[in-house]
């Protein structure tokens, strides 16, 4: 999906505090009807006007997939970031007026599996609470292992038990309480597939240590996705539309283009799809790779970056847009 694909209008029906750092928001249909369905893992982007700067962020839908008249998303508070989670937490109120895109999924539940395997960290439970409600109306097996620094910031984790019971374990920082990640994928029957989404830290420990047990790669599912981050403004030349502007330091690459008014693709905007890929046409300085879908020989080559993500440092960088 790109810039200039089709948006949907929505209103913010509820704005929800879930606890010191998350808010909930639900979303209906302007005017009315039925919104896009959606499966487990779907996320949309959310488009904000920030005071006359556009954010186009994505979060994860959290809600029943068998839901189609609301979507319903959550927003961890970023002091540190560029400023779409502020916004989203100090600005949008019931009843205002909003545009997202249409669901894309690149998180799936493989449906195959005889089993699901799920495990999150702080703000990834987001996806899974989609995705443990679709696999309950079918009837599926799954398990979810949720770690959190304290059980304040467990969101949603008393909903979680009640509604699903001893397929849901907790586990806390604070009180010294530690996932055995090696007992757990040991023990899974034959058929079970692996999904987990958290933090960078966390999502590497889980998958290096699903590989080094031989968990097929087919049956190891993640999701990540990277806030651009800040930094120091640069300049940048499109080569085939012969735009020239300047990226500001809390502004993505990838939004700068967009302001330019060039159209440029996308999926996640956080690193994750490739969709977004460009080309460089010229670099003079150093580029700041933040995505985890090049490879480390693609990044060395220094021929291509993901806008959404990565930034620039140095006297000159042109890109074929």
């Known amino acids: 999906m790109s810039v200039g694909a089709p948006r949907i209008a929505v209103t913010v029906a509820e704005v ?7 808010k909930r928001f639900r979303f209906v249909r302007t005017g009315g009807g039925a919104l896009p369905m959606f499966s487990g893992g779907s996320h949309i982007v959310v488009d904000m006007d920030d005071h006359g700067t556009r954010r186009l962020n994505p979060y994860s839908l959290m809600s029943d997939p068998s839901d189609s008249l609301s979507y319903t998303i959550s927003v961890r508070r970023d002091d540190q970031g560029r400023g779409g989670s502020l916004y989203m937490h100090r600005h949008v109120t019931p009843g205002m007026q909003m545009q997202i895109g249409h669901p894309v999924n690149l998180f799936p539940l493989d449906l195959r599996g005889r089993k699901h395997l799920m495990i999150a960290g702080g703000i990834g439970i987001t996806p899974f609470m989609a995705q443990m409600a679709q696999l309950s109306a079918r009837g599926e097996r799954f398990e979810l292992h949720y770690a959190a620094r ?5 969101a949603y984790m008393d909903d979680l038990l009640a509604r ?10 604070d009180q010294g309480q530690a996932l055995d990640l090696k007992a757990l994928l040991a023990g899974q029957p034959l058929g079970t597939h692996l999904y987990v989404c958290g933090p960078k830290p966390m999502l590497n420990w889980v998958l290096s240590t699903a590989e080094s047990m031989g968990w ?23 080569a085939a539309s012969g735009k020239r502007f300047t990226v500001q330091g809390n502004q993505s690459l990838l939004e700068a283009i967009e302001a330019a ?5 996308y ?7 490739g969709q977004c890929e460009t080309d460089i046409v010229r670099c003079d300085g150093e580029l700041e790779h933040n995505d985890h879908w090049l490879t480390a020989d693609q990044k060395a080559a220094g021929r291509k970056i993901m806008p959404c993500v990565s930034r ?3 006297r000159a960088l ?3 847009r």
């Open 16 to 22: 929800v505090d879930v606890n010191d750092l998350i």
């Open 150 to 154: 304290t059980k304040s910031l467990a």
């Open 164 to 173: 699903y019971g001893d397929r849901v374990h907790l586990y806390l920082d």
């Open 216 to 238: 097929p790669d087919g049956a190891v599912h993640s999701e990540e996705f990277l806030a651009p981050p800040v930094g120091k403004p640069f300049d940048v030349e499109l």
């Open 261 to 265: 008014g060039v159209d440029a693709p």
């Open 267 to 273: 999926l996640c905007r956080g690193g994750a799809c």
């Open 312 to 314: 620039f440092h140095g």
């Open 318 to 320: 042109a890109l074929d």
